[in-house]
């Protein structure tokens, strides 16, 4: 969408942000990078590790770890610079960087790196360290994003606005309100991602083929070196699951997508002419190449767009892994590159939204209009009846049904209509009509919705400050793991000089 | 499936059980019931904690609850013996309920009920208790399908069977390995349905239609009678997700049936005349119409096609869930009939597979032959030469796979073959025949498969002793939570009773 | 939803038909019958014509052939007055159609009916009738359907109402366009419907297990018989395909529920009180359990979540037709059901969608106000420079962009603004005020468009003339493809009859 | 996979194509193109047919035309020699030709090209363009694939092999039978894929934005150019369905791939070893990167992958689908991408398969073993005893159920146990020794089945001379359909040069 100027703008403000493009824009001019691009490094990660734990269990002379390792260290340099490319002369990155290897080492020493495992394995414990950090990146987007809708949740205590149900007024509640809502669903599905982690951060490198080796192994330490959590339990389990934990985060961020394609809909909806209540700003918005007056919220339909993607993608993995016999099949390695359109497709979703959010301009007048319109306090009356009067809800929800009937032409119950209704009832009891008038004041029921959960200002101050509270402990859960990776990283290095350094000895 | 003797059968020595046909029998002459019928219990529970709160809180005069509680009672007990029917009389089980109700004790109590409340948290409520039983029962009947699945991988450690990828024979392996594997996902998918009830164990009730209410209603009361961890932070938020625990659900078990879908794959193929390993029990099986002779692995047959059935309505949820508007909507009602769907094709599944795997009849022999055959040694062979002299992995691949095409007649590498094969390599390494015999045996090649995880029995028993743990803790868990419930529904009935004395007293 | 009346309903004025409720109440009270329940009809005529084949064919005695026809009529009269029960005593249909004739006329005559078949033609033969009536019966109903959308099309073809592109406002049209739009994808729908009779309307019958039978059987006959086009070309692919013809008109019906819920999607925000355009008739709407001012447009929700529904059934009858290995499987089984589900809940949509359009209110004012507003005349004015004036459409458009920002806190392009972005542009024409004014003028816009396919009136007209077109190719196929049916019945009545007649003669 | 030399290889004879390898490889190394950049021919297409019509029409001068007709052809011949890049400089191919257009001729013309239109119709009509080509291209593919499946049907008419139901052995059939069956599914695939082009070849261009122009345009002209049948009826319609083609198209292809992928399953089944009724091609195959005596199915097993893909795709399409609101929604934009993913991973999928099939090697007697065995031959019995002593069905089926227990540890039924059990049932018929293997013979069995689409050899040729009369017609569709097209390109270049003269002559 880059040089959109030449195609529409002239009656805009502001323009789309480069991230915001790159949500928007889709695979029009844009390729995707060749999938195995996405593990050159933790290929490297793994390598690093296999090698250096096969050297220490005597598997491979420490002489043709360092020359391995030195070799590896090369590669990583490449790669860092963008300079390492995949191309199809190669069959994969495993195969690309065990040749290049061979290109910097020599075959002798190279050949030594593939010991006791196998690209079954290889490529499942990449795809596992690719999924983990995306899954904390994730959560780390996920958490500001909840906060935004926390902060402005806050800000629209008292926006009074029409509550709905079945598209139609219902019941009068507030924009803070509707935006904790979905601050509450953003904060499950991090929770959801967070056990995503505790299912599946275990070491599937040393399962080989699926049935083991014979070479003395050690699979709890490229475990620690990994920065996973354990070892899996049986060899042919990742081999046989290579479906399982992707389709796991693929049902996380399809839930995840659904609540924010709601939450596009909801926004769409509200930035209607004829709703009128909100405006995108333009920075999230685009314009059209023949209607000179348009600005479109193309980003809210384009994350609905996604939502429904990443529920084909699900289905897909689900499809993958039914019914297959025991061992690898080569099926499943599509696997990957749907994985990867999944979290291609969603990234940057939670920032672009998060940037909606706070960019949102809120019409509150168009919001409250409706307040006090349509009969929506009508409920209220019925409450107000049941509460003071203690009538039977049914009883008091006939007859305010009947005084909407006879209140035909206005827009509150009035009070001759309710006494009428009342009489037809035979029910005897005194009201005025400032009373009438009074329940169905939006800003006086809001104030009396005082149950845990409702619009009421102070509950949902303290529904907020619930939610705070678990967005802490998921930022803090979200640091502590990433500590731990880094950790391992850590000891990587300090594994690698160590070895050398013992090379050196000898 | 009752009468099919008369289509067939005397060929058979024992025919399925009840279960078995409950599982397979699908709905061909047997219809479902009212979706509202399975809910009859909880609604009925939920009207009473929710009475019961009316009444503390003096929302409710005493002398109406208790009406209202001895009318739920009365209901209760017929419901107990099936003579509660729903018919279309009704609109759901909720009106079926008030409407009993309002004939047993008269409107002007029965319709204090619905005081504070709307259908859209009470179909809430009750959906939440309803799933959360049938997550307390799968993972109640996988807990015995994992112990049948590690026994008999414990009593199989020592049966060799052929390894295989892509459908070919890859390695030596053995049936007792392949079990732990399948034992290894059930646990994790009961570890799932715990993440399940962590997630959603909240209470909607008192959300009312959305926006709560005025009435001073204790939702935490309610929740401890209904044995929830909490109540949801945000009326809104259970309306807007009538879908999510929903599909979060369908997934869990989703996956679950993919993994009995691939069980039943393997026991499919491998009760094939081709391969012969195994016989399903006939009472685990049906016979043909037309052909006297046959005797077909239907059940398994039928887990894969339920796999399938479950896939779709996941899917069905999910698109429910997209792009929805703010607030209530009608569509969400179809999330209920597609969860119990879900529930009923996957009732029975974890049992009649357990049935499956005790009843199994293993050909060792025919499993062990192939162990002989076809190369599947040929791996070991290649570790042999890298573990005892030493050659890179690369050369001694390359090596063995010579020597696999100058041993085409013979299963086995040939020592001719293996000595011509490193000749042309420039490989100068001494081996005797009976050593290349021996690396190719498969007794001796499990054995020496010492990694952890790998088909190596001590190492079989050392995974399965860890899956056992956490059998365990899955296993207390369950009955912790049960107990919380139960002690829930004890509370109900020792503060109705408390209730009751003191409306006595007045 | 039938006795709603106690919940909601005082302030309605009419209340949904009995239609309406069977569309809109799903499952709560209502069970679902067996299956097989849908089938005895189908199965009785395929025994029939099966029998008679075998008679004529000498293969069966006249004088068995005669008892069993006697006892299937008397069957069929049972079923006639659903007095014909299927439970779980029976395994299917086809085995309780058999047992019930053999109880009738002895087993010795009952015994040969299943010759030269096995159940998985038989079933395939059923459920290739019951769909086939499922088609035609699906046909029938969408093309009054499509009159009913053209009818009210020509009657607004001058319905003024904002077009929308990205829910905003783009350009004027009328709701006699929009509705021509829909009747249009409806049109469509109906020929794939009969696309799907073209590529099905094969006789499986004598398939037999899939393998042929020695038996030398009249296939051709029997699918004059059952009205087919012709037989199928392999004995095994109905059986290996007994997911195609289901799936595909799980599509079809996916398709079509697809534009209903577009179009319900419309009329649901149309009739939101923001938009006020549209009002949804009472008989089609329902109240709420406690908001006594709710009207909600539910049976357009339904068609939402139904249309979801639908897919999900598409995507497992899609998996289940994967990778199956050949011959019969018992998977495929559960096709059966997820059909019957498909069409269950899609059945009576034409049906409602007519009553909605037929009932529905539109407020012509509220429409045609927006078309006054937001500059929806701007590329009408871009139009005009192109067109009067020569100017290149870029240059146009971007002239007219600036007068719209010029024009901001107007609602139309003004004269002012018009004149100082040309002159900033350095674009010399002459255009005066009322020029200006007259190209927004909304109905002055419609009658210049004159493009095919367009809003213009005589193009709306034009474009429902041709639909009607279509839809009387349609209505005559239907027709003569129903009667050619009829005539297979009648051949069938008429066969038995020269049957039995020669069999009195012997 | 090109350089798997060195991973693996050293055991084959020869190795995979390039298509295989294409097929097969997946998205490791290699990348995917911008989307739009399979749209530059059609895009250019639609331009000069656009830019034709307006010059005709007088909307555009013929100087303006003849400028903007020459830049096309200047970019046509970059194009043509994959020199026209689109990068994220430009937002779509849209915007990239226009952009370049206006480099090369200037603003002034440039700016005229977009008259009329909008980019909504545009894309509409390019993947129109684009999908019509791909349907073709499929046809093409899919009718030698049919022909080489007959062929071979043909060759192995007498190649007696084992019927499979449930898995089991169930009655004598050939693989040329067996093939027939697979030829009859793709034959329908195709059919179904010419249904498609008569649903959908109508010209979108001219729609606008939806709500057509005061342009006076020429639509049918431009669908003369465009080689469509007719015009689309509604401007909104292609807007509102852009994801009904899309939808239609990727489920026409699912279809194919799930046979495809059932065809698939039984090769990889029948290849195991334990099977070892047939061998894949070295060139079809691929090997292991540590197991050196692997040759495994892949490219098989990638066929049911991609099946599991595209079913997920359309999934996607028909939740893109759903509850949309009137007019374009940005969206739909991800149909583009879903239908191009679709084409990309189906593509080669037919030329793949019929190579695998040209080069399967046939183990015939390791088909007619299990012919012998598994008392396979006992329908054929249950049908002798019908056919020649007229015993009732269920009669003789329960003697030889019976006979089958009887004879347990022999293959086939005996005469002894034939005796006894017809002994026991009352049965008097005679039958001798010879008979009783006669019937069980497999040939005989063979050369018994006389009904039509059965294995008997006469009906496999009778029901392959049918399929490729379906292919022939078939055939004759492609090639006219791809003439009129080729017509439609040549009317545009002499309506162009005609234009031109005009032009000249002025």
Redesign the interface.
């Known amino acids: 969408?880059?040089?959109?100027a030449?195609?529409?703008?002239?009656?805009f403000d502001s323009k789309p942000s480069g991230a915001v493009i790159a949500f928007?824009?889709?695979?029009?001019?844009?390729?995707?990078?060749?999938?195995?691009?996405m593990l050159i490094s933790y290929d490297l990660w793994v390598n690093q590790a296999h090698i250096l734990m096969l050297a220490k269990a005597g598997?491979v002379?420490l002489s043709d770890a360092k020359k391995i390792l030195d070799g590896l260290i090369t590669i990583q340099k490449f790669a860092s610079k963008n300079k390492f490319y995949?191309?199809?002369?190669?069959?994969?990155?495993?195969?690309?960087i065990?040749?290049t290897l061979e290109k910097l080492i020599g075959?002798?020493?190279?050949?030594?790196?593939?010991?006791?495992?196998?690209?079954?394995d290889q490529v499942n414990t990449d795809m596992r360290l690719y999924m983990r950090d995306q899954v904390l990146q994730l959560v780390s987007q996920i958490i500001p994003l909840v906060k935004t809708l926390a902060g402005e949740s806050k800000k629209h205590i008292h926006t009074l606005m029409?509550?709905?149900?079945?598209?139609?007024?219902?019941?009068?509640?507030t924009w803070g309100?509707?935006l904790?809502?979905f601050a509450?669903?953003l904060t499950?599905d991090a929770?959801?991602l967070v056990?995503w982690i505790?299912?599946y951060n275990d070491n599937p490198l040393?399962?080989?083929?699926?049935?083991?080796?014979?070479?003395?192994?050690d699979?709890?330490y490229t475990a620690k070196l990994l920065g996973f959590d354990g070892?899996?339990?049986?060899?042919?389990?990742s081999?046989?699951?290579r479906?399982?934990p992707e389709?796991?985060l693929a049902?996380d961020i399809?839930?995840f997508m659904?609540h924010l394609?709601?939450l596009?809909?909801?926004i769409?909806?509200f930035?209607?002419?004829?709703?009128?209540m909100i405006r995108v700003a333009d920075a999230y918005s685009t314009?059209?190449?023949?209607?000179?007056?348009?600005?479109?919220?193309?980003t809210l339909?384009?994350m609905?767009?996604?939502?429904?993607?990443v529920?084909?993608?699900?289905?897909?993995?689900?499809?993958?892994?039914?019914?297959?016999?025991?061992?690898?099949?080569?099926?499943?390695?599509?696997t990957?590159?749907?994985l990867m359109d999944v979290i291609r497709e969603s990234a940057h979703a939670p920032v672009v939204m998060q940037g909606v959010i706070e960019t949102l301009h809120v019409y509150k007048k168009n919001m409250e209009i409706?307040c006090h319109?349509?009969?929506?306090g009508?409920?209220?009356v019925?409450?107000?009846l049941?509460?003071i009067y203690?009538l039977?809800?049914?009883?008091a929800?006939?007859v305010?049904?009947?005084?909407?009937?006879y209140s035909r032409g206005s827009d509150v119950v009035t009070y001759a209509a309710l006494q009428k209704a009342c009489k037809e009832d035979g029910i005897r009891i005194h009201f005025s009509s400032k009373q009438i008038k009074d329940w169905q004041n939006p800003k006086k029921?809001i104030s009396?919705?005082?149950?845990?959960?409702?619009?009421?200002p102070s509950?949902v101050r303290e529904?907020i400050d619930?939610?705070e509270k678990q967005v802490t402990v998921l930022a803090k859960w979200h640091q502590k793991t990433c500590a731990r990776i880094e950790s391992a990283k850590e000891l990587l290095k300090k594994d690698i000089a160590a070895c050398m350094e013992e090379y050196e000895k000898t």
């Open positions: 969408m880059q040089k959109q030449t195609l529409w703008g002239a009656a928007a824009a889709g695979r029009d001019t844009a390729g995707i990078s060749p999938a195995d691009s598997i002379p995949l191309s199809s002369t190669y069959e994969d990155v495993h195969s690309a065990e040749s075959p002798e020493a190279a050949g030594k790196l593939h010991t006791a495992r196998s690209r079954n029409p509550g709905f149900t079945h598209h139609q007024h219902a019941m009068v509640t309100h509707t904790a809502a509450g669903e499950r929770t959801r056990q505790r299912l040393g399962a080989s083929a699926g049935y083991g080796t014979s070479i003395s192994i699979r709890s070892v899996e339990l049986n060899s042919m389990e081999l046989m699951n479906w399982e389709a796991a049902f399809s839930v659904n394609s709601s596009s809909e909801t769409i909806l930035s209607t002419p004829e709703f009128g314009g059209s190449s023949i209607m000179p007056q348009k600005k479109n919220p193309d339909e384009v609905k767009g996604k939502a429904s993607y529920v084909g993608q699900l289905t897909a993995l689900m499809e993958l892994g039914k019914g297959n016999f025991i061992g690898y099949n080569r099926d499943s390695q599509w990957k590159y749907i409706w319109k349509n009969f929506i009508a409920a209220s019925m409450e107000q049941i509460d203690g039977p809800m049914r009883q929800k006939q305010v049904e009947k005084a909407v009937k029921i009396l919705t005082t149950s845990f959960g409702g619009p009421g509950h529904s619930a939610l």
